[in-house]
């Protein structure tokens, strides 16, 4: 365990912009069965008060790649707030907006962003992608872009991915067509 705390604190260190708690899960039995630690070492991710990944076992690489996209979601979020989509918008429009995103991205496990429905496709790309994800039996929600500018625009800083559609799995963004493709 002593090689673990030191990865633990070593990444600590190196991400000042994320928060690191480590908490012995034996003495907070409350907080292990809430959040179901049942493997010593979890890992478990928080954005918000959201959970968003957890980690059973030591995997270092696993850790290592959860802190790298906890790294770069908030430096996404703090892009988002240092840029506001809208003029004259206030922190607090810009937070709804943020909050707005992960509820989306999170509202089912595979998570379609695209131009239309999957009923009525509205560009190409879009309709190449849900024939991919229905021919193979994979169930998944859509949000269609095209109804909501604000979404549209703040999606692709968030997400750094400037075009439609964006796929995501578990909350993680996959990418668009040409990723899916292959």
Known sequence: N???QEIYQTLSNKHNNIDFYLIEAENV???????????????ISFHGCK??????????????????????LT??????LSNPIVSNSSDNK???????????????????????NPKEPRC????????????????FASFDILTDEEVRQALKIFSDWPTYP?????GELVGG????KE
């Open 124 to 139: 190409g790309f879009s309709r190449q992608i849900v024939d991919i994800l229905t021919n193979r039996g994979i169930t």
């Open 177 to 180: 067509l040409d990723i899916i």
């Open 51 to 72: 959970q968003i990944a957890k980690i059973e076992g030591a995997n270092p690489s696993e850790l290592n790649k959860l802190v790298k996209q906890l790294n770069d």
């Open 75 to 80: 430096i996404s979020n703090a892009d988002i």
């Open 29 to 43: 039995i409350d907080i292990s069965e809430s959040l179901q630690v049942s493997v010593v070492p979890t890992f």
């Open 166 to 170: 964006q796929l995501y799995v578990n």
């Open 2 to 4: 002593g090689q673990l």
């Open 94 to 116: 810009t937070n709804n907006i943020n909050d707005k995103l992960i509820a989306l991205i999170n509202k089912a496990p595979v998570m379609l962003f695209m131009k239309g």
